[in-house]
């Protein structure tokens, strides 16, 4: 099991909207659908997704062999905070605008590197 920070969280969730690209991005990456169990709360499950949480930390620097960002991948110390939580349901609009403005701006630089492509075929 493995536990995302706050940033990547959202950025699941958001995913998730999409349902169908969702379901064959999961197909496609892990042959199978890679399904998200929200923390039900509490100390229990807090201590739990806070284990959770370290071992994907560690994970990550092991398949990466670097440490994640510390601008997307917040301290195991804070992960689980209340007021990363009662902030993130603000960071969760802003998220999605950001989300689909990169979305649009790939769009429309892959259609500019498709034209580009073009003219270098006829110029050569």
């Known amino acids: ?3 995302p920070s706050e940033q990547v969280d959202h950025v ?15 197909f496609n990456l892990f042959g199978r659908l890679f399904k998200h169990l929200p923390a039900l709360g509490g100390q229990e499950d807090g201590d739990k997704f806070n284990d959770i949480y370290k071992d994907t930390l560690e ?12 601008d997307l991948w917040e301290p195991p110390e804070i992960r689980f905070s209340s007021e990363l939580f009662s902030y993130s349901i603000v960071n969760l609009s802003r998220l999605a605008t950001l989300s ?3 979305a649009y701006n790939k769009q429309t630089e892959l259609k500019h590197s498709k034209a580009l492509l073009d003219r270098a075929e006829i110029s050569d």
């Open 12 to 26: 699941w969730h958001m995913h998730q909207t999409f349902t169908a690209q969702y379901r064959n991005d999961c």
């Open 1 to 3: 099991m493995l536990s």
């Open 59 to 70: 994970y990550y620097e092991a398949m990466f062999g670097y440490k994640p960002r510390e």
């Open 100 to 102: 689909l403005y990169m």
